[in-house]
């Protein structure tokens, strides 16, 4: 297929590089290390605990030296990839970044941005900066009906808390509460925050001290009530989910019906669309292309039977989790003359409803259509707007 067809634009979405926790993370890893401190018979058999110095506050969020990796390794494959379409130039007029309003986005724009034109012109270059566009990147933000409907809504969460009494969770807080001879017992926050601390250790200080506290079939478990809680506030858990990325599907196809018709009369377009935002940002937007999607639904009651389920956080949406739109030009200047073909995480995958990595930009465009043409984001959010709640 692309022995005849050129690429001609890249529409790029990708979540921030690696990063520190949050400030109220911090918080929480304080009075962890208080908690078993002052509460455990076995303190001795652990000396880190006491010794463990958290991080500072300043670095709350900061994208992490491995997250600038990342991103610096991500920009220089798909700047490899697409050299030919830029002919070793970039510009103000044919490049533009997007991010959230939050500093990290915005750090990962400018590091993905250095080595793509680095491998592109042979020049790190730092001249563009990201437009802001929380609409776009944050749509659960300022919208009181995701609030209302889906993040205090105790009835859509229920399978969290009820996974949390579970026995395969309740198990987890009684395995640790006996390594460490608690006489208070932990909470599943606490098991949590054990989890974070654990994982930012490894990733930061190449330390696995905190993860000894836990075995690798109890992480899993812990992954499990994440993915269950992210699965109905973020992914297939209700319809209002999918409805809210509408303004990055309407961005997104505006920027390639731009190029078509900017082709099609010899003018300059943007060659490059490069949008920054977060694992909220990807998963809601996974969800609305239709990836990811098992059979049933995650819940507290089959655990096993989704071990091997296709909707993993950790997995499928890690740091500098991403998904490239590259359109392609086939000859003739009319739309039906484009193909497009989707990137998710560097691989490529079919776009759900085609028939091959190469799909007719038409067909694309009409499979995702009530998004592109019936966007009623400000509508959705308003409290007045009922939603409905599926299984």
Known sequence: MENFCNAVQFNYLSRHGARMPAADDFVNFDQLKTKIVEHSANILRYPFIKNWQNYSPKTHAHVEDLGRWELHHL???????????FHGNISPATIKLTASEKRRTKT???????????????????????????TMLRYWDNCPNYDLTILKNKTQMQQQYAFQNSSYFQNVIKS???KLG???SLTPDD????????????AVRNNTDWCSLQTEAEREIINYESDIEDYYSLFYGHTLIQ???CPLWQDLFASMEDAINKRKLGETYVLGNLRFGHSDT????????????DSQPLRADNYAAMKNRMFYESKTTPFSANIAFILYNCGGNEAENYLLKMMVNNQPVTIPGCDSDFCPYLKVRSIYRNYIENCKWRELCN???????VG
């Open 176 to 178: 640790v509460n006996e």
């Open 75 to 85: 920009g220089n494959f798909y700047g490899s990839g697409l050299y030919d379409m």
């Open 282 to 293: 990807m998963d809601t937007f996974y969800s609305a292309l239709g990836l990811y999607h």
């Open 108 to 134: 990962s724009s400018a590091e993905f941005y250095k080595a793509f034109s680095r491998r592109v012109t042979g020049k790190a270059l730092s001249d563009i900066h990201p437009v802001v566009n929380n």
């Open 243 to 245: 409805k809210l990325t």
């Open 383 to 389: 409290v007045r707007t009922i939603s409905q709640a």
């Open 191 to 202: 098991i949590k925050a054990m989890f974070m601390i654990c994982a930012t250790d490894l």
């Open 182 to 184: 608690m006489n208070v």
